[in-house]
C-alpha cells in the first residue's frame, strides 16, 4: 500500500536499501516478472484504490499482491472449477 511503498532514491543508504529490496524479491525488476493477474491488481490498486504508482514496489507489497492473486485464483478455480488460465509466474 501507499505508505510502505518503495520509492527509491536517497543517496549510498537508499541505494543499499535499493539492493537489499532487490535481493528480498523487490523493486523494478521484480515487477517485471509479475504476470496478469498480478499486473491486474496492481492496476487496481492504482487506478481504483488510489494507492500510488505500482510500478516499483518494496518485497513486501509484492508479497502482499500475490498473496491476493492466489486468492483469486483459488476462488476462480472454486466458482469454475479449472485454473485461470494465466500462468502464475511466483
Known amino acids: 500500500s501507499g505508505g510502505?511503498?518503495?520509492q527509491g532514491g536517497?543517496?549510498?543508504l537508499g541505494g543499499i536499501g535499493d539492493k537489499i529490496n532487490s535481493a528480498a524479491g523487490g523493486g523494478k525488476e521484480s515487477e517485471k516478472n509479475e504476470d496478469y493477474v498480478d499486473?491486474?491488481?496492481d492496476y487496481v490498486q492504482e487506478n481504483v484504490m488510489g494507492q500510488g504508482k505500482q510500478d516499483n514496489e518494496s518485497a513486501i507489497e509484492q508479497a502482499?499482491?500475490?498473496q491476493i492473486s492466489d486468492f483469486i485464483r483459488g476462488k476462480y478455480k472454486s466458482q469454475t472449477g479449472?485454473?485461470?488460465p494465466i500462468e502464475d509466474k511466483s
Open 39 to 41: 499486473k491486474g491488481v
Open 4 to 6: 510502505e511503498q518503495k
Open 82 to 84: 479449472s485454473d485461470i
Open 10 to 12: 536517497g543517496g549510498f
Open 64 to 66: 502482499k499482491d500475490e
